[in-house]
């Protein structure tokens, strides 16, 4: 995940601390794994460091002490670089189910078990997503929300496709 470019994506409307960054994040994906407070300040970190960002103010009001931070002119140009450029399509990138998949074939456990739980879960959550939805819900989470069911949707019919050519295979082998 680009963290780095989201924390400028999200310094872009204006200056801002890191717990305002940490709930911009959280709210921009609403479905997706929350952005850890340890992440935001080491990213802010970083892109101070390398001139990304720079400190515009620092404040406790009564609390605790709260940097500022707001893009630099290197940050805007290099989130607009960084939105400029497509992402290239993994290539043979292997996540957690396949190999959970592959895992179970090799070691002789219930494949198709494993399949039919995975599937089952795979269809509830793309419900949740379906009925998260409100009507004045923002494009972007919308947006966020239908990406995930998609990947989902295409994760079913891989499960599909498996269970297919595992069912076929064992039959053979009758």
């Known amino acids: 995940m680009a963290t780095a470019e989201l924390v400028l994506g999200l310094l872009h409307s204006g200056p801002a601390h890191g ?21 935001v300040y080491t990213t802010l970190a970083r892109l101070e460091r390398d001139e990304l960002v720079k400190v515009v103010d620092k404040g406790s009001e009564g609390g605790p002490e709260r940097t500022v931070y707001g893009l630099t002119q290197k940050g805007r140009d290099h989130l607009a670089t960084w939105l400029a450029e497509p992402i290239h399509p993994a290539m043979g990138a292997v996540d957690e189910m396949v190999r959970k998949v592959v895992a179970t ?19 509830r959550r793309i419900r949740e997503l379906r009925t998260a939805a409100g009507d004045e819900e923002a494009t972007s989470s919308k947006l966020v929300r239908d990406y995930i069911a998609l990947h989902l949707d295409a994760d ?7 269970l297919d050519q595992i069912t076929e295979q064992k039959e053979t082998r009758r």
């Open 19 to 39: 717990y305002d960054v940490k709930r911009g994040h959280d709210e921009w994906f609403p479905d997706s794994r929350p952005l850890a407070f340890g992440q």
């Open 105 to 123: 074939i090799r070691t002789g456990e219930d494949t198709t078990a494993f399949l039919a739980r995975q599937r089952a879960s795979h269809l």
């Open 156 to 162: 079913l019919r891989w499960l599909d496709s498996a």
